[in-house]
């Protein structure tokens, strides 16, 4: 049978949403989409939901404000990126959290790279195109456009990948240091990080939106529910 594959959602005017794109790549890979609910008891639903799943796709979302970087003159969020709504965040980062402590493996894409960062302990820019020195456009919101990605020569992304890769590109957050467990295996030209990964390949997170990326971006997905198969066999 196929794995089941949660993809955590969007919240938007009191509705989950979610790219059809997300669900066609985990179909493409070879798993069973299983779209993750939003619930009261979000502590009650994130175990079940671990129990049940094999693997989890944290989606692209809004901002993460955990472990934020301000400064004075960028104290809180920039003024064009909306802050996650309070029952996405919370729901998001039971789930996440449980997935973690249970060793099944876990596809980070955008603010759910960022996600799996701050609860490794690690920061994140508020605004990376204003907070750090000579940072590109990041965001089409911006004038960023696509751009490549270098991997760390014997990484897992190197493998699956390759040593480079031209991605799109869709955040004005960024990581600014690596939580513990994690090392940053693939970086824009501008030095910003593009993709994080844990040593044995279980926690995988990438900046940009590879469900987007057709072929280029399958590989992420496969590693996943391969990894998911061998660990419910």
Not at 46 to 64: F, I, K
Not at 194 to 221: K, N, T
Request: hydrophobic fraction near 40%; include cysteine; charged fraction near 20%.
């Amino acid at each position: 049978m196929r794995p089941l594959i949660g993809i955590t959602t969007s919240l938007n005017e009191g509705e989950q949403r979610l790219d059809l794109a997300y669900v066609r790549a985990v179909e493409a890979a070879g798993g069973l989409p299983v779209l993750v609910p939003m619930g009261c008891d979000v502590e009650a639903m994130a175990e079940v939901l671990t129990a049940r799943l094999d693997g989890l796709v944290v989606t692209g979302g809004p901002a993460v404000a955990e472990g934020l970087v301000t400064d004075d003159a960028h104290p809180t969020l920039p003024p064009d990126i909306d802050p996650t709504h309070p029952i996405r965040w919370a729901a998001d980062r039971a789930l996440l959290a449980h997935f973690l402590a249970s060793g099944k493996p876990v596809l980070g894409i955008c603010y759910g790279m960022q996600l799996i960062n701050a609860l490794h302990g690690g920061t994140i820019y508020a605004d990376v195109q204003r907070q750090r020195p000579s940072t590109d456009a990041h965001s089409t919101k911006r004038g960023g456009t696509n751009h490549t990605v270098a991997h760390v020569p014997g990484s897992r992304m190197a493998a699956l990948l390759g040593a480079t890769l031209t991605v799109n590109t869709r955040h004005l957050q960024a990581l600014a240091t690596v939580g513990d467990g994690l090392i940053a295996t693939g970086h824009a030209p501008d030095g910003v990080i593009e993709a994080i990964e844990s040593a044995d390949g279980r926690l995988l997170g990438v900046q940009y939106h590879p469900e987007r990326m057709g072929e280029d971006g399958l590989p992420l997905f496969r590693h996943l529910v391969g990894r998911a198969v061998a660990l419910s066999a």
